[in-house]
């Protein structure tokens, strides 16, 4: 059965989180944003089904998968019910929710991210936002990103299955989505944040391994050169502004 | 076996949305920061598992619950593992998904409120920070606020087994923890922004009615009298400053 993903169509966002596990599954899936308007997808219908009052468990927000019957909204939430499916998570109760923790984490500091770009509201623009953005970002990077990049970095190191491993991963000794999602973070705040990660990348060996196996992963490279994969840009959540990261 | 939960002891906080489940459920708990130091619990012991580097699972930040082998963060995956455990979630994969998901997006909002007092820096006080929070807090007011409740009363509305139900419920028929959770974000609510909830609250009735019904609710209403229940105060997540209320 066909997954149907519900998402801004022009970012990567919090929806490229979901687009990394589907296209690292080669998954059977419809960004239905990004589709046609004619054929019953586009934003029309990701807008219709957000004001769809009928709807019994409304989603909060994208982004959202629609399979069968399930209607699961918060990013996390929608991979833990896609990891088993897709392979892309431990066979085990504790294994699952240790990988859903981690991403429920990532999730925590990608809302960080995102306030260092609008730090009072996001139904403003950046530019009416800066000079609280330049504090948040400053507080940021000097802070909050250190303490995420030590987290990585001790879950690497204390996975006893990367000791002999060819490539490193969070959980045990397989691809999991929290892996892509990790790979996801590096870029972003590479993207972001060049300047800050270039000083301290250097620190975190295994979270910068990481990035790198996955950057050239054969499942995962087919799709960043595709054209599916969105250009990161001044919309979404990861932005580049020299401002916020001096 | 008996739980062991790790939170800050002096604020409800995160760890409140914890608390309310097990006292619900008069399940057999330590709230170990709060205990004694010379039993091997107060924040010692806190402080001690934070710290210990030997933590394969090392949790990102409190809350934490410790149950046999499990070591879990984050509120909202304590919550979906204790749920089935404690009678706090309908037994179906597709309940306990949608009352999860509905916790995430409280998690969501409980970050938002904290934020309108720490709109720069977690690590800065207050008072280093309040015009920005002037800011931010009234963009929480007049659009997040709103569109947070407006949710909540559409999944209320929605439930359908509330028609004729003698008590409201978020998901089907039974008391679970997301309702405990709205409970206590109505009180935090009604403690941080007393104006503005005085003003949205007539407009949110099943809202208000949750509200009032778990405040008299007998699983509940003792754990409230009692010196368990930590006051609200202004070091923790919902913090009354009438600036941030105007």
Redo the contacts between chains.
Sequence with gaps: MQYQLFYWPSIQGRGEFVRLALEAAKADYVDVARGDAAKGQGMPAMLALLAD?G????P?APPILRHG??L???T??ILH?LGPQLGLVGKSA?SQ??T??IQ??IA?MV?EVH?THH???G??YFEQ?IA?SI??AK?FRE?RLPK?LD?FE??LA???ANTSAARLHLVGARLSYADLSLFQVAEGLQYAFPKAMRSYLPRYPMVQRLHRELATNPRLAPYLASPRRIAFNQDGLFRCYPQLDA
């Design positions: 009052t709807q019994e468990h409304p909060f019957k399930a699961i909204a918060q996390a939430a019910y504790s929710a240790w859903h923790q429920l984490t925590d809302s306030d730090p009072i509201s139904a403003l936002q609280q504090e948040r507080a802070q995420f987290w001790a879950i204390r996975n006893g």
